[in-house]
């Protein structure tokens, strides 16, 4: 019954959404003295969320959820180094910013059920 809650289930898909750009934002810093690196992050969750619902419709495994990976356009360095540490930092404030709205809904909804149960 619970398992087919809509709500846990997209808020547990933004929840991997978030850790998947935390492992990318984390590589694009261990790579920004790096020559030639690019700097990536991945889609928009509304992008991956939108390309990956009929699949995860179809009866496939929550696994099956993935974010592409996109170049970030910026400016290179002389080395071709794209990375810029403050725009990394911002995308991992945004990234938390998100995870903690997924385990906000996440909690929330297990208290209105616990609620409904006549439980605290």
């Not at 889609?43 to 699949?55: D, H």
């Not at 180094?81 to 903690?100: F, G, I, K, P, W």
């Amino acid at each position: 019954m619970f398992n087919d809650l809509k709500i846990l289930h997209t808020a547990s898909l933004l929840a991997r959404h978030s850790v998947e750009r935390h492992t990318q934002i984390a590589e694009n810093i261990a790579n920004a003295d790096t020559p030639g690196y690019k700097a990536k992050d991945v889609e928009a969750f509304s992008e991956a969320f939108a390309r990956n619902e009929q699949k995860i419709a179809n009866g496939a495994a929550s696994t099956a959820f993935r974010a592409e990976r996109v170049e970030i356009p910026g400016i290179s360095s002389p080395n071709g180094n794209t990375v810029s540490l403050e725009d990394q930092m911002s995308r991992s404030t945004a990234a938390t910013r998100d995870h903690d709205t997924a385990l906000t809904i996440y909690s929330k909804t297990l208290s209105m059920l616990r609620s409904g149960l006549g439980r605290r």
